[in-house]
């Protein structure tokens, strides 16, 4: 095997069954294909996403059972609900700084196996507050999701870079509506066995919790941080810089961006997560259905993201060719409000069939706001990527958290209320968007900086180094990065041959 | 005057009409049956082990007959403590929708005499723990509730007993909890101690 410091690079590229750009990242998404290492990271990472998005949710379904069980009332419940969203907040932020030092892998791989524990424990938990607590650590295994975008953007190029992460990210959301449709069955199961049903829940937390411990083993086994190799490896053989937490910090929290679209992304991405929790309820009281019904319409909403994630990163790179940065942003921006308007008008529907058609258009637009927001995400730092994706992670956690607070806590609002106001809220905290503004690209109302200010791609991820690294030649791999992304200029922009990959960055 | 005479008399059509579409109310049914069971006020049954005696008969001193009755329910209902805070065993007028009584202790045919008029029943194990009282229902050949009896007071707040359920633990799940916890954590421990070593063989310095 080729030793890992290898100069010619065409000799590597024919390493790779995928065609690949100048970082070796993936330019083709091939959604059936196993290949190592770019294909077989994205069924990884989507895998073990899933499996913590079942683990968080696991609860719910079965809370006719627990709610007897543990003697719990309906604020036990609800405070289990906001614990099991609000552990993932800091844990995301977290997750993404452990990212961008130790790579995806070790570091998904370590919180999935940290917090399978908290997932056996559902079996030994005995009233309200052991309830909450395990429902709390558990929901920490949602910071998965920033390892799975860190992980799509270090191996796919710009011009794919939406797909990866709207299809790893969606079909892992999947699993808040699976779960909806696998512990019912696993507990009928068990109880049909011949255990009694206080008992038979608990053992089916064995599922989840199972799959977790073994989608992380899958992940240290076969999954690699960067299609060159993995962090530590290229680290020692002098391939890659290993970079300081506190710069790598510094540089995402500093990044106006990032904190703009850690509020929006509560608006998309916690706003699904707070339905996730109410929306069954909503329709069980409102149309006097079965529960068993209810269950399935809840379903369905988070299922909608087998496409409609997907779909918003498919969007966004399609745009992107013609538009550039530009159009990312303004389908961000229109997907997002439509998504609000939407629910405000779920919550104002009267019948049965309009509220599930409206439902089911409103899922689809929060979801493929979803993943248009990280169609943006990965070219606001390329130092700090993992820092920023946590931020925006943790963004859309606290924003769940917040809508349960202000709207479905208690009975101060009807629950169509509730949702007719959160519409109108994420209306109004969407418009941040209009000010993010790249001034190499623009931004909604703005075009690209020119003149005096002029700024390129090489310009502006070089700002995130200091002239003594640059002067080490620390900022090299981010010099790829600017230069494969060029192409958010958009196709009307200037028609400027591909720039050579130039070894120094140097301008 | 005409308007009110009419209101009121689609009111009462209403409500006989709910009568009849078997949405009985609980506020239409009278107190005609006398129901005892073994529980002692304060009581603390064990779930899976413990018995209930329940024993029911028509109040001869109530007027109307027993002729409709067909078969009787009796139930195991929640007292107002257990109640509260929590909307799924809500107390709701309409019979249909009543969630204060979901655990059936038996069904039979009506009979106001013995032998056939008591019934000793087993806590179930998915009994949860709560504070109870003990109801039944007299139901006629249309499936609708035409009387009750309760071993309880109207407010529903003397003679109550407690169910001690089980925990639904085990120790054998315990063990498996705390043996799959420890193998995630260590099996992470050992991924950590491999992928150091093979980074030290590997890679030499690069100089």
Same mark, same amino acid.
């Given at each position: 095997?080729?030793?890992?410091?290898?100069?010619?690079?065409?000799?590597?590229?024919?390493?790779?069954?995928?065609?690949?750009?100048?970082?070796?990242?993936?330019?083709?998404?091939?959604?059936?294909?196993?290949?190592?290492?770019?294909?077989?990271?994205?069924?990884?990472?989507?895998?073990?996403?899933?499996?913590?998005?079942?683990?968080?949710?696991?609860?719910?379904?079965?809370?006719?059972?627990?709610?007897?069980?543990?003697?719990?009332?309906?604020?036990?419940?609800?405070?289990?609900?906001?614990?099991?969203?609000?552990?993932?907040?800091?844990?995301?932020?977290?997750?993404?700084?452990?990212?961008?030092?130790?790579?995806?892998?070790?570091?998904?791989?370590?919180?999935?196996?940290?917090?399978?524990?908290?997932?056996?424990?559902?079996?030994?938990?005995?009233?309200?507050?052991?309830?909450?607590?395990?429902?709390?650590?558990?929901?920490?295994?949602?910071?998965?999701?920033?390892?799975?975008?860190?992980?799509?953007?270090?191996?796919?190029?710009?011009?794919?870079?939406?797909?990866?992460?709207?299809?790893?990210?969606?079909?892992?959301?999947?699993?808040?509506?699976?779960?909806?449709?696998?512990?019912?069955?696993?507990?009928?199961?068990?109880?049909?066995?011949?255990?009694?049903?206080?008992?038979?829940?608990?053992?089916?937390?064995?599922?989840?919790?199972?799959?977790?411990?073994?989608?992380?083993?899958?992940?240290?086994?076969?999954?690699?941080?960067?299609?060159?190799?993995?962090?530590?490896?290229?680290?020692?053989?002098?391939?890659?810089?290993?970079?300081?937490?506190?710069?790598?910090?510094?540089?995402?929290?500093?990044?106006?961006?990032?904190?703009?679209?850690?509020?929006? $992304?509560?608006?998309?991405? %916690?706003?699904? !997560?707070?339905?996730?929790? @109410?929306? *069954?309820?909503?329709?069980?009281?409102? #149309?006097?259905?079965?529960?068993?019904?209810?269950?399935?319409?809840?379903?369905?909403?988070?299922?909608?993201?087998?496409?409609?994630?997907?779909?918003?990163?498919?969007?966004?790179?399609?745009?992107?060719?013609?538009?550039?940065?530009?159009?990312?942003?303004?389908?961000?921006?229109?997907?997002?409000?439509?998504?609000?308007?939407?629910?405000?008008?779920?919550?104002?529907?009267?019948?049965?069939?309009?509220?599930?058609?409206?439902?089911?258009?409103?899922?689809?637009?929060?979801?493929?706001?979803?993943?248009?927001?990280?169609?943006?995400?990965?070219?606001?730092?390329?130092?700090?990527?993992?820092?920023?994706?946590?931020?925006?992670?943790?963004?859309?956690?606290?924003?769940?958290?917040?809508?349960?607070?202000?709207?479905?806590?208690?009975?101060? $609002?009807?629950?169509?209320? %509730?949702?007719? !106001?959160?519409?109108?809220? @994420?209306? *109004?905290?969407?418009?941040?968007?209009? #000010?993010?503004?790249?001034?190499?690209?623009?931004?909604?109302?703005?075009?690209?900086?020119?003149?005096?200010?002029?700024?390129?791609?090489?310009?502006?991820?070089?700002?995130?180094?200091?002239?003594?690294?640059?002067?080490?030649?620390?900022?090299?791999?981010?010099?790829?990065?600017?230069?494969?992304?060029?192409?958010?200029?958009?196709?009307?922009?200037?028609?400027?041959?591909?720039?050579?990959?130039?070894?120094?960055?140097?301008? | 005057?005409?308007?009110?005479?009419?209101?009121?008399?689609?009111?009462?059509?209403?409500?006989?009409?709910?009568?009849?579409?078997?949405?009985?109310?609980?506020?239409?049914?009278?107190?005609?049956?006398?129901?005892?069971?073994?529980?002692?006020?304060?009581?603390?049954?064990?779930?899976?082990?413990?018995?209930?005696?329940?024993?029911?008969?028509?109040?001869?001193?109530?007027?109307?007959?027993?002729?409709?009755?067909?078969?009787?329910?009796?139930?195991?209902?929640?007292?107002?403590?257990?109640?509260?805070?929590?909307?799924?065993?809500?107390?709701?007028?309409?019979?249909?929708?009543?969630?204060?009584?979901?655990?059936?202790?038996?069904?039979?045919?009506?009979?106001?005499?013995?032998?056939?008029?008591?019934?000793?029943?087993?806590?179930?194990?998915?009994?949860?723990?709560?504070?109870?009282?003990?109801?039944?229902?007299?139901?006629?050949?249309?499936?609708?509730?035409?009387?009750?009896?309760?071993?309880?007071?109207?407010?529903?707040?003397?003679?109550?007993?407690?169910?001690?359920?089980?925990?639904?633990?085990?120790?054998?799940?315990?063990?498996?909890?705390?043996?799959?916890?420890?193998?995630?954590?260590?099996?992470?421990?050992?991924?950590?101690?491999?992928?150091?070593?093979?980074?030290?063989?590997?890679?030499?310095?690069?100089?």
């Amino acid at each position: 095997m080729a030793a890992s410091s290898v100069n010619i690079e065409s000799q590597r590229d024919s390493k790779f069954p995928l065609p690949v750009d100048s970082e070796h990242k993936a330019t083709v998404f091939r959604l059936f294909s196993v290949a190592k290492p770019h294909m077989r990271a994205f069924h990884l990472s989507w895998i073990s996403f899933f499996a913590c998005f079942v683990s968080t949710f696991a609860a719910p379904p079965l809370l006719p059972i627990i709610r007897d069980n543990l003697g719990l009332t309906a604020t036990d419940i609800g405070n289990a609900g906001i614990a099991s969203v609000s552990g993932a907040v800091f844990a995301r932020v977290a997750m993404g700084t452990a990212c961008d030092l130790f790579g995806p892998r070790l570091a998904s791989a370590c919180l999935t196996l940290l917090t399978a524990p908290a997932v056996y424990s559902f079996a030994m938990a005995h009233d309200a507050i052991s309830f909450l607590l395990v429902r709390f650590f558990t929901g920490f295994s949602l910071a998965t999701f920033v390892s799975t975008q860190y992980w799509m953007s270090s191996m796919f190029s710009p011009s794919v870079v939406g797909t990866a992460n709207g299809v790893a990210a969606g079909w892992g959301n999947l699993g808040g509506g699976a779960t909806q449709l696998i512990m019912p069955l696993v507990f009928a199961l068990i109880r049909d066995i011949g255990a009694v049903r206080f008992t038979a829940w608990r053992i089916a937390f064995f599922i989840p919790a199972l799959f977790q411990t073994l989608s992380a083993c899958t992940i240290m086994l076969f999954g690699q941080d960067l299609p060159d190799g993995d962090f530590h490896k290229l680290e020692k053989a002098g391939d890659k810089k290993k970079d300081k937490f506190s710069k790598v910090f510094y540089h995402g929290v500093t990044n106006y961006r990032a904190w703009i679209l850690a509020l929006t $992304y509560g608006y998309c991405f %916690g706003v699904e !997560l707070t339905v996730d929790n @109410i929306i *069954a309820e909503y329709f069980y009281d409102r #149309f006097d259905l079965k529960l068993h019904t209810a269950g399935l319409i809840a379903a369905s909403f988070g299922l909608a993201n087998l496409f409609s994630r997907p779909a918003g990163g498919i969007v966004s790179d399609m745009v992107a060719k013609r538009y550039g940065m530009r159009g990312r942003i303004w389908a961000l921006w229109i997907g997002q409000t439509l998504g609000g308007i939407l629910c405000i008008v779920l919550g104002a529907v009267n019948t049965l069939w309009g509220s599930i058609f409206v439902m089911i258009l409103f899922s689809i637009f929060v979801q493929a706001a979803c993943g248009l927001t990280f169609g943006v995400v990965p070219f606001v730092s390329r130092r700090s990527l993992g820092v920023i994706s946590g931020m925006t992670g943790g963004g859309g956690n606290v924003g769940a958290v917040l809508t349960q607070l202000i709207f479905f806590k208690g009975s101060r $609002y009807s629950k169509e209320t %509730g949702i007719k !106001l959160m519409g109108v809220m @994420i209306v *109004a905290c969407t418009i941040p968007h209009m #000010f993010i503004y790249f001034p190499q690209w623009g931004g909604m109302f703005c075009g690209p900086s020119s003149g005096k200010n002029y700024t390129t791609e090489h310009d502006y991820y070089r700002s995130e180094w200091s002239e003594e690294e640059q002067s080490r030649s620390h900022h090299l791999a981010s010099m790829k990065f600017a230069d494969n992304s060029r192409s958010e200029r958009g196709r009307r922009a200037d028609p400027v041959a591909a720039v050579p990959t130039s070894q120094d960055g140097s301008n | 005057m005409g308007t009110r005479a009419v209101i009121l008399a689609s009111l009462l059509v209403a409500c006989l009409a709910q009568a009849c579409d078997g949405n009985v109310l609980f506020s239409s049914l009278s107190r005609t049956l006398v129901v005892e069971a073994s529980p002692t006020a304060g009581q603390v049954l064990k779930s899976g082990e413990d018995k209930i005696k329940v024993t029911w008969s028509f109040n001869g001193t109530h007027s109307g007959k027993d002729t409709d009755y067909k078969t009787v329910k009796v139930k195991l209902c929640y007292a107002p403590v257990s109640q509260k805070d929590r909307g799924w065993r809500k107390t709701v007028d309409n019979l249909k929708k009543d969630k204060t009584c979901p655990h059936l202790i038996v069904a039979r045919p009506y009979s106001s005499s013995a032998p056939n008029n008591s019934f000793e029943w087993t806590v179930t194990k998915d009994i949860p723990k709560a504070t109870y009282f003990i109801r039944v229902y007299a139901i006629n050949a249309s499936a609708n509730e035409v009387g009750y009896g309760q071993t309880t007071n109207k407010n529903k707040t003397t003679n109550l007993f407690e169910v001690d359920a089980i925990t639904g633990r085990h120790t054998s799940l315990d063990i498996a909890s705390v043996c799959f916890s420890a193998f995630s954590v260590l099996s992470l421990a050992g991924f950590f101690i491999g992928e150091k070593r093979r980074a030290k063989k590997s890679s030499p310095p690069h100089m």
